[in-house]
């Protein structure tokens, strides 16, 4: 399970310098902006939800201008800086909350987007059947998360060192869309994108993962500092991955959507329809 507290405690601190290492985030964020291209809708209402510092909430809202959009987090110091992203001529709306509870009226959204926020939901079937709540007929949901390949790397390492979990445990793909079809969506479709980084240092992946305020937050998670010698441990297992004189970080980047039926009949779609390529 994970520590809601604790997300929200990590991305609050993170705020202040989110933006300066989100690199994979703008970049995933920017191709999901791109997949809306293929979708013939005109939402009046967007959600964006896990949306950080606002950058991909505005530019939804420059999208469709006519719409009201919305972006929720769980920390209030992301939402300030989304805050300073707003205009008269194109206004956020900020919204703190939980993406598994939303404070949203049934069938009052057309458009939910979320861009790597999932990953931070233990409850999957919950955070969907909210989704399916809050979306009008015919409304859609558009998102990405992580999927179990990511940082195998970084988990590989700190294997060889204890048995301590020390990366988040990410979600198979089938799994999310199971996930979707027990909440009722309809026509899902999902693919995969496996993206790679790399560093000079390991120090330089850890120091981009605490910009970002993405921490192991599981309840049984390791607490206090890591020890010198176990910390310069992990680092020697993890030269082990460099190549052409870099460190890789893997990422499995699960791209979904579906849509709220039209009716009251919901759409029965077996899990191995759904789209992998």
């Known amino acids: 399970m994970l520590d809601r507290a604790a997300i929200r405690r990590s991305f609050a601190a ?24 293929y979708i013939l809708a005109e939402p009046k ?27 929720l ?19 956020l709306r ?45 409304g859609f949901i558009l998102f990405s998360t992580f999927g179990p390949d990511t940082l195998t790397e970084l988990r590989q390492s700190w294997a060889a060192v204890d048995t301590k979990e020390h990366v988040h445990n990410f979600i198979d793909m089938h799994i999310v869309g199971d996930a979707m079809l027990q909440a009722g969506l309809a026509e899902p479709v999902m693919d995969v ?42 680092e020697q297992a993890y030269e082990k991955f460099r190549c052409d004189g870099v460190l890789p970080a893997s990422y499995e980047v699960v791209y979904g959507h579906a849509w709220a039926p039209v009716d009251e009949q919901t759409v029965s779609v077996s899990i191995e329809s759904l789209k992998r390529t």
């Open 193 to 234: 994108e496996n993206l790679t980084l790399t560093y000079n240092k390991v120090h330089d992946l850890m120091r981009e993962l605490k910009g970002i305020g993405a921490h192991n937050v599981a309840h049984d998670r390791p607490r206090g500092l890591t020890g010198r010698q176990r910390l310069q441990a992990f």
């Open 73 to 91: 987090d769980l920390a209030e110091p992301m939402l300030k800086k989304m805050r300073k992203r707003s205009s008269w001529r194109r206004p």
């Open 45 to 71: 209402v967007i959600l964006d939800l896990g949306a950080g510092t606002g950058e991909h909430t505005a530019a939804l809202a420059k999208r469709y201008p006519r719409a009201l959009t919305y972006g």
């Open 94 to 138: 900020p919204v703190c909350a939980d993406l598994q509870a939303l404070p949203f009226a049934d069938n009052s959204v057309d458009l939910i987007f979320s861009s790597l926020a999932m990953q931070w939901c233990e409850e999957l079937e919950k955070a969907f059947t909210e989704f399916r709540r809050v979306l009008r007929p015919g």
């Open 14 to 37: 993170a705020a202040d310098q989110y933006d300066a290492f989100a690199f994979l985030q703008r970049e995933v964020g920017t191709r999901m902006l791109e997949r809306l291209d």
